[in-house]
């Protein structure tokens, strides 16, 4: 049996009423039903970054040790004026050689029909600049509130095109994970 692929699932906002969770928690979820597949779920509310930067006082050892055991990150992100919100650029930017050499996949989250196409675009060179590696595909869930039920649950009706979808960009980000891991341990 091959190793495990530890996969970080990464949340992107904090604020109470926050609906990309949902996603986020989703996604994870079904990263959990994959063989040979272990899921950690970074949801930022649960972490401290102070100040600004990757110094010392600016890391969360909890997030240093994760993304450090990390083979491939998840992120979902949300478009916030055409772009990420900031607690995932802060939680991204306190790391940075624990990036280095290892996949990225997103997911996009919007209210309106975007998907949150744009805040993925306008992260790609940021996480570039570290050293992960982008697939050339992403999962959207625009209407978010359409798709998940207050609770989080997925409604009926997406239930089947998500699971396709998130299951075939893991597939994606599985296969760069190996072969990158691989490669790093050379
Ligand atoms: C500050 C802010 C800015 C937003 N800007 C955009 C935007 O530019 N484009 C868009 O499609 N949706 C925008 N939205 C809608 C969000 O994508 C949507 O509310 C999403 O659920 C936000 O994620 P969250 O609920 O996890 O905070 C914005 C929402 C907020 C709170």
Redesign the pocket.
Known sequence: MSQPIKIAVLA??T?K?????HAARYIARIGELLPDVEIVFVDPVDFSFEGDGNDPEGKDERYTKITGEADAFFVVT?????SFPGSLKRMLDSELANYNHKPVAFAG????H?G?V?AIESLVPAVRETGLVVMSWDVYFPN?QDVFDETGVIVDEYSKRYETNVTKLYTELIWFARLLKSARHE
């Open positions: 992107g906002t604020r009423q926050r609906q990309s969770i949300p478009e916030y004026n055409h989250v919007s209210n309106g975007w949150g744009r978010i």
